[in-house]
C-alpha cells in the first residue's frame, strides 16, 4: 500500500492510489465499500491446474532432500524429528531415528556456529554498505505495483544470499559471509521484478516477474498494459540455475487477456517465499481473467502455489487458485507443528486482515485507505502474530485458525511495520522513521515490549522484509551509499 500516489484517481474501495490507478473495463472494478470477491464461482476455481506447456528447465542437480534453512531452525521445539528407514524393525529403528537426530542436532549447532555473532543484553545494529559493482533499481515510490529492489536470505550456516533487481531486466544474485561481506562474482537470471530469496543447504530459490503476452481479449474497457509471469527459479550453492517453473499459468495459447488467465498485470503482484524443508511455496497477488459477452474484465487477488524439489508443481498443500481478492500484502509462514503453510492477506473485502481460502477474519478494520498487512511470524507457543497498521498506527494481533484473541495497539507510529522472528520467544517490530528506521522487541508469546526503542540506521521500504537468522539475528537489505551498493543493516543477537 504505497505511501506516495502516482495519480488521483483510484477505481477500488478502500485502497490507495498508487495501487489502483487505471479503470478497467466493464464497471467490473466499480464497486460499492465492503464488495465481496469480484470473481463468480471463486470457491469452484480453487482447484484449477496450471496449464501443460508451463516452462521449466530439467532439473540436475536438485534430486537429493535439501536440509531445512535458517527459518526452520527458528521454530518451535515440538516439529518432528528425523525418521529412519522404513524397513528396520521397531527398536532398530528407534535408536536408528534417535541416532539420526542427534546427527541433524549437531549438524544443526555446527552450521549455526559458522556465523555464531556476539549477543549482548539490547538489541545492537551493525550496518555493512556492500559494494557490488553492478547498478541497482532504485527505491522509486515505494508503491505495490512497483519494482522491488533488493531482498536477503538466511543460509543455514548464517551466511546470505542477497538479491536485487538490476537496470537491465535483470535479477543479480550473490553470496554474503558471517560479516555481510560480498563473496565471489555474482550470477544473474533473466528478471524484470524481483519479488523475494529463501534459502536452504543446497541453495535456494528466487521469486521474480518475467514478461508474458496479452493476446487480444479484448478489454471490456479502461487501458492495456504488458502481460507478465511470476517464477520460481531455483539456484545451488554457486548461484547457478538449477531449474525455473512458472507459477502463473500463461502459456503460448493463453495470454492475460483470455479467459481463466492468472497473470502479472499492473496489478498489485508483491509476492513472498516459504520453504517447509523440502518444498517451496510462493504466495502472491495476481490479475484474474474474466470473461464478460465479447470481452473480458480483469480482476485482481492472490495466488499461492507449491514447487517440489526438482522443479515439479504440486497440488494440495494449502495452494489456491485465487484466495482473497482485491489482496495485497501477502504473507505467508511454514508451521512445522501443523505441518502447514499458513497465509494471510489485507483485503477490501470487508477490509481486514484475513486468512485466504477461505476467507477468516483475523483483525477487522475500516475501507479508509490505510490498511497494510506487516509480517507473519511463528508465536512462542502456538500460532501466529501479524503486524498491521490502520490510521499511521502499528499492531500486532495474534491467532490461531481465526479470528484474533489478543491485539496489542503499539506506540509505532507508522503506515508500513515490518515483523521478523528475533531469536528464542522474541520479535522484532520496525518501521520508518525519516531517513532511517526505528525498532523494538516483543516477546512472542505474551506480544510485551522487551527493552526501549531503537534506531537502525538506514533507510526503510515498504514492501521489503528483515529475514531472520539461525543464531538469533535478523538482516534487512536497503538503498546503498552509492547506485551500485546495498546496505545490511544486522540486528546482532540478544542474549
Known sequence: MGKRASSPTSDRPGGSTTRWRRAIGGGALAVALGAVVLIPGVGSQVGLKLASGDESVSPAAATSKAKSPAQLNLTRASAAPATSAASAPAAAKKAVTKVAAKKAVTKSAAATAACARSS?????????????????????????????????????????????QGTNSKVYLAKLNCADHLVGKPTSFTGIDLQDVQADSKGGVLLLTRRGACHTGPLCGGESSPCNKMFMVRFDTSGQLVWQRQVTNLTSKRGGYNDGARFVWWYQHHGRLAYDGKNYAAYFGVAITVKNGNCVDIHEGDRMQVVSPTGKLLSGHNSFAVGCSHAWTSRIVWDPDRKKFVMTCATDNDCRIAQPNPYRTVAAAACDGTLFGGDLVLAKKTGYWTAWSQGGVARLSHFTTGAADTTIKTTAKTAHPHLVSYGSGRMLLAWQSGSTMHARVFN?????????????????HDYQAFKAYADGSAAYPAVGSTGTSIKIARVLPQS
Do not use: C, H
Not at 541497482?136 to 543455514?156: F, I, K, R, S, W
Not at 505474551?446 to 534506531?455: L, M, N, P, Y
Open 120 to 164: 549482548s543484553a539490547t538489541a545492537k545494529v551493525k550496518v555493512t554498505n556492500v559494494n557490488l559493482g553492478i547498478k541497482v533499481t532504485g527505491y522509486g515510490g515505494e508503491g505495490d505495483t512497483e519494482t522491488l529492489p533488493m531482498a536477503v536470505a538466511a543460509t543455514p550456516d548464517g551466511t546470505s544470499w542477497l538479491a536485487w
Open 444 to 460: 512472542s508469546g505474551t506480544g510485551k515490549a522487551v527493552g526501549s526503542q531503537f534506531t537502525i540506521k538506514v533507510r526503510d
